[in-house]
């Protein structure tokens, strides 16, 4: 049997508890079919890069599958008869990746650059004032209008 990661996405509008009934709808077409299903990770409810079907967000589901041929092409027939399921992508793989997928590993923020090239604050810092900074300027007389 092959290994393949599956990933689909439901629909914004169904509940939590539907898109695990999806899960559990397809597991059993893969099981039937001869295949078993590893891992299974929900991503959650995600914004979406452009619009799907008038869909801004979706629900977001990894699988793992261990299964022939035929049970992937069922379950994937079975995707684009449901009208709950917008996208779904089954990819090939030489061997399921242990622990949390990338989507599931927490970044901390801190370890990410920062965007202004670690400054310190946008004051003067410890640089002398010039000329040309705004709190050496002389007031401009405010001219009386008519």
């Known amino acids: 049997m092959a290994l393949y990661e599956h990933v689909f996405l439901a629909r914004q509008d169904v509940s939590a508890q539907q898109v695990e009934a999806l899960v559990e709808q397809y597991k059993g077409v893969i099981e039937a079919n001869g295949g078993k299903v590893g ?7 995600k914004s ?3 619009r799907i079907a008038k869909n801004r967000k979706a629900h977001y ?7 022939p041929a035929p049970a992937v092409h069922e379950v994937e027939r079975q995707m684009r008869i449901n009208e709950d399921v917008l996208r779904y992508m089954t990819i090939a ?6 622990g949390p997928s990338a989507m599931m590993q927490k970044r901390d923020r801190d370890d990410r650059p920062r965007r202004d090239g670690d400054r310190p604050d946008r004051g003067f810092g410890d640089r002398p004032r010039r000329d040309g900074d705004r709190e050496d300027r ?8 008519v």
């Open 48 to 50: 979406l890069t452009y």
């Open 39 to 45: 891992r299974v990770e929900n991503w959650g409810l």
């Open 61 to 67: 589901v990894l699988m793992d599958i261990d299964a």
């Open 138 to 145: 002389p007031r401009r007389p405010r001219e009386d209008r």
């Open 93 to 98: 793989v030489e061997k399921h990746e242990d």
